[in-house]
């Protein structure tokens, strides 16, 4: 079967336009929420993701895979591995246009497979925005930033006002915020207040 990937973005986009608060590049970024499994410091076994924004739109995250993060014996799980991508490209749209969005539709490629032990590492890039659909990619590589490419992925991410995490999130945990709102991390950035 081919790998020939299809056109990206899927629909015509105007370049994306940094927002005039996004960090400078050399920024480490930091967890959003101590309990995102992505990035946060307060989950065990989490992937506990570290990004630093870069120039052009990207952002660079390194994942280093435990043995909580197993699939077969010694590998990465592949769901794991989505989910870094999926909290990289997140992070890439959120930290360069200081917007809220979630992801409508991730796509991945598995080219090798990662050891445990590894670190991956990420370069995120911000392709394009139409409207409420933002388009972002990024590539994966094995041990080093010039190392292998372990996989590629592509997502859509949807802007949503801050009503809809208010909406749909789970009662407790909202309260939980409020009464510690240290819970996100980068609330300076983002100024969520549920
Ligand atoms: C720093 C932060 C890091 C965070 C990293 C982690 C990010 C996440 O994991 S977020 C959690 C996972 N994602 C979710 O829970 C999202 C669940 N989905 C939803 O809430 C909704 O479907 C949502 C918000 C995406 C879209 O719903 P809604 O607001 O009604 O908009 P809707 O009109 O359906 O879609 C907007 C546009 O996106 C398009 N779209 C939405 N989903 C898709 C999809 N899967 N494929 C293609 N296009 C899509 C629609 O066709 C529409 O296009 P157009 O404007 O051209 O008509």
Redesign the pocket.
Known sequence: MSRVPPVWPP?EVEPPQRHPDAPEPGTKLGP?YAH?F??GDAVEHGLHLHTVADEDMTIRAKFTVTEAHQGAPGLAHGGLLACAF??A???TV??QLRQPA????LETDFLRPVPVGSTLHIVGHLDGV????VYASAEGRLGAPDGPVALRARA?F?T?DLA?FVE?GRAEDLRAIAEDPSLLR?RQHFNINP
Do not use: S
């Open positions: 629909v959003h995102c992505g990035c999926d909290e490209l997140g992070a959120g930290e979630v992801t409508g539709r139409a409207g409420r659909k859509l949807v949503v809809h749909h980068n």
